[in-house]
């Protein structure tokens, strides 16, 4: 049972979160290492105009409206970077409803009004309305007159307090590049 859980897990994150296979060769640099986490680099996708802190083993994939990263498979720890094709120009415009109706979120989800990338955002913390077992943490933020989400999700739920610090420091270090 706990092997069907984790293949149907792998492929929510592969398939939902990232709803098509993502292609590109080498999408990433890495540059300078951080002072503060040794084991943290700056990297930089061109192609989708951002910079984040990451590891050199990561996985990381893009595509023309999402950048997926797999920060770990054991447990399944990922960040996705994807622009939602919705007509929402000001963050006020994302309400709870709204939220609800994207389909992502069980019951009883918390947002606040954040900062990401020097920009007013919304954090909204959850657990996956399809698979509970699923804990993320979400930002939307508007950049370019588009509305972006970066995803945080851990599986097993049970594994979020061994990442929360990394992917906090992942999320505040992100930077959308002027093109």
């Known amino acids: 049972m706990k092997r069907i859980i984790k293949v149907l897990v792998i492929l929510?994150?592969?398939?939902?979160?990232?709803?098509?296979?993502?292609?590109?060769?080498?999408?990433?640099?890495?540059?300078?290492?951080?002072?503060?986490?040794?084991?943290?680099?700056r990297c930089t996708n061109l192609d989708f105009g951002v910079q984040f802190l990451c590891r050199k083993d990561w996985k990381m994939q893009v595509n023309e409206k999402e950048l997926f990263v797999i920060i770990s498979s054991e447990p399944t720890v990922s960040f996705v970077l994807e622009k939602i094709d919705r007509k929402i120009f000001l963050l006020g415009q994302l309400t709870k409803h709204i939220l609800q109706e994207m389909g992502r979120y069980s019951g009883g989800f918390n947002t606040e009004s954040v900062q990401m990338a020097g920009k007013a955002a919304v954090k909204v913390k959850a657990f996956s309305d399809k698979y509970p077992e699923i804990r993320l943490t979400d930002y939307y933020v508007i950049h370019n007159f588009g509305l972006y989400r970066v995803s945080f999700t851990v599986y097993p739920k049970a594994k979020w307090d061994d990442y929360q610090y990394l992917l906090k420091k992942i999320a505040d270090s992100i930077i959308f590049l002027e093109r």
């Open 12 to 41: 929510f994150l592969s398939c939902i979160l990232a709803s098509q296979m993502c292609e590109s060769a080498q999408p990433f640099q890495a540059s300078n290492v951080v002072d503060d986490s040794p084991d943290l680099e």
